[in-house]
């Protein structure tokens, strides 16, 4: 369903019609880690719910173990919203999409809201979890996602982490392509003295596979310190030497966003050039 989406939002554009308010599409792992946060109600739900699974699987034919979900958050007066609604279903008729309701749609965004709180409890059982995100035109975002959840993988196996979760979503949508979120959480071993480290490193790894899958070095969580090695590569040497120049000029002291953006190997040229001046 994710793909029907982008899909459909070409077709939207084109008839000039207002977009979603909010949009997330997620792919199977985090639809099966959604479900896992479900609560336990009584029978009655229970016997629902196997109602809603045999549908979906016997009589629509759905493997669960390869349906993603978009979620999607409609805004505006009565007559907009049922318009808006009535046409994004009728194009997911088309691709075989099947409408989950307004209280799996509520659920979705509950995820969003919780799952930092649920990286934090996870500390408390040895599981070390985050998220980065980047953002990426629309004919490269399928084989980014599958690109670095791929290298993710292959990182994994060759440290020997046995139990961990590769996810990813698009979590913004634009007329030219898509903010794309990975969440990677990792239960590290007895034996491993350095945890965060170990997360950084595949981290960075993965980092890496984004940006030669055609993805940006970030959406909007910025550059900083701890993304300042990609800077180079995602600018050039000439934005570097622009960058240095204006802050030659206007902060000949490097005393505003210090050690951001520039290499600690930058930083060192930054300043034997500010001293010759």
């Known amino acids: 369903m994710a793909r029907l989406y982008f899909l459909t939002l070409k077709w939207v554009s084109v008839v000039y019609v207002r977009l979603p308010r909010g949009d997330v599409k997620m792919d199977n792992e985090q639809f099966h880690f959604g479900q896992g946060l479900k609560v336990e109600h009584g029978l009655v739900s229970k016997f629902i719910d196997g109602l809603k699974k045999f549908l979906l699987t016997k009589v629509k034919g759905y493997d669960l173990m390869k349906i993603s979900v978009a979620t999607l958050l409609f805004e505006g007066d009565k007559e907009e919203v049922e318009r808006l609604e009535k046409l994004i279903y009728e194009i997911a008729d088309r691709y075989s999409g099947l409408k989950a309701g307004e209280t ?4 979705g965004y509950v995820l969003t809201y919780v799952i930092a709180y649920i990286r ?3 500390l408390n059982y040895g599981i070390i979890a985050e998220s980065f995100e980047t953002s990426v035109p ?3 975002c399928e084989s980014l996602c599958n690109n670095v959840k791929a290298c993710m993988h292959a990182e994994c196996k060759k440290h020997g982490i046995i139990y961990y979760l590769v996810s990813c979503r698009v979590t913004q949508t634009y007329d030219a392509g898509a903010c794309v979120y990975f969440y990677f959480g990792l239960r590290w071993n007895s034996d491993c003295s350095d945890p965060v480290g ?8 993965a980092r890496d596979e984004i940006l030669a899958s055609g993805g940006s070095i970030s959406h909007h969580h910025g550059i900083g310190k701890i993304r300042a090695k990609w800077y180079k590569q995602s600018v050039s040497s000439i934005g570097v030497n622009l960058y240095k ?3 030659l000029e ?8 210090l050690n951001n953006l520039l ?3 930058d930083q060192i040229n930054f300043e034997t050039l500010n001293s010759k001046l």
Not at 198 to 205: G, P, Q
Not at 250 to 257: E, Y
């Open 263 to 265: 290499t600690e190997e």
């Open 120 to 122: 934090d409890l996870g």
């Open 250 to 257: 206007l902060d000949p002291k490097n005393t505003f966003g």
């Open 198 to 205: 170990l997360y950084e490193e595949i981290e960075n790894k």
């Open 138 to 140: 629309w004919d490269k």
């Open 104 to 107: 799996n749609g509520q659920k």
């Open 245 to 247: 120049s204006a802050k």
